[in-house]
């Protein structure tokens, strides 16, 4: 089945505990991506890859980095979380650009105490 | 910059039709996509609108028209399960290959 996956769903932590949020994808797409849906927000881009070690900042990338050494994954990574970091965050992917149709992952709940 | 507006809420009725504006502003353009999302799931995909014109697809159809930076998602014969949050969303040239939503409007559907 295609999907997109991320690990973990729900998520506690405290400030300043680095933690990690996996995707990954089993569509052979070379375009991810990660948002933040906060409410009355709508859903903000936080980075994106067009391919394997090519990643680019979205509209707030401040406190956040990511990675792609291979196709199928893209993680999260918060080094430093802090409190304005909880959020509902989604993984997603598409074949080559994000007009086209992006195949979004489950969330994951984030809580930094 | 890029911004696009749309209206934070609409209500209907089953059966009804229903339309979802969506303005925007960018420096460049290359289309504009609608997302729906249910409440707390993940947003799926609807369509596409490249160039001017309606594109439909079943109950639902979307319009764009770039000269006015206007499009809409038009949704008829409303079902109880259409109630959900919709998101337009633009790539602008000037943010590269990143996608810009709307602030997304809920749809509520009633009997």
């Known amino acids: 089945e295609a999907q997109v996956t991320q690990n973990p769903r729900y998520l506690i932590t405290v400030t300043g505990k680095k933690l990690t949020v996996t995707c990954s994808q089993n569509?052979?797409?070379?375009?991810m991506s990660w948002y933040r849906q906060d409410p009355g927000l709508g859903l903000r881009q936080i980075y994106y890859?067009?391919?394997?070690?090519?990643?680019d900042k979205g509209d707030v990338p401040e406190g956040y980095k990511v990675s792609r050494k291979e196709k199928r994954n893209f993680p999260l990574i918060l080094e430093s979380p802090s409190p304005n970091q909880t959020s509902l965050y989604f993984c997603?992917?598409?074949?080559?650009?994000?007009?086209?149709?992006?195949?979004f992952g489950p969330g994951t709940r984030l809580l930094v105490l | 910059g890029q911004s696009l507006e749309q209206p934070s809420e609409v209500t209907a009725v089953e059966g009804a039709i229903v339309q979802i504006n969506c303005t925007y502003q960018?420096?460049?353009?290359?289309?504009l996509s609608w997302y729906q999302q249910h409440d707390g799931g993940a947003p799926t995909f609807l369509s596409y609108?490249?160039?001017?014109g309606l594109e439909e697809t079943g109950r639902f159809s979307s319009f764009l028209s770039r000269s006015d930076s206007y499009g809409y998602l038009l949704l008829q014969e409303l079902q109880m399960k259409d109630s959900a949050s919709y998101f337009c969303?633009?790539?602008?040239?000037?943010?590269?290959?990143?996608?810009?939503f709307g602030k997304g409007t809920t749809l509520s559907v009633s009997s």
């Open positions: 997603a992917s598409s074949r080559r650009t994000a007009q086209e149709t992006q195949y």
């Open positions: 569509m052979n797409h070379e375009y």
């Open positions: 890859s067009m391919n394997v070690e090519v990643t």
């Open positions: 960018t420096s460049g353009f290359y289309g």
């Open positions: 609108n490249a160039l001017d």
């Open positions: 969303a633009v790539r602008d040239h000037q943010a590269g290959t990143a996608l810009i």
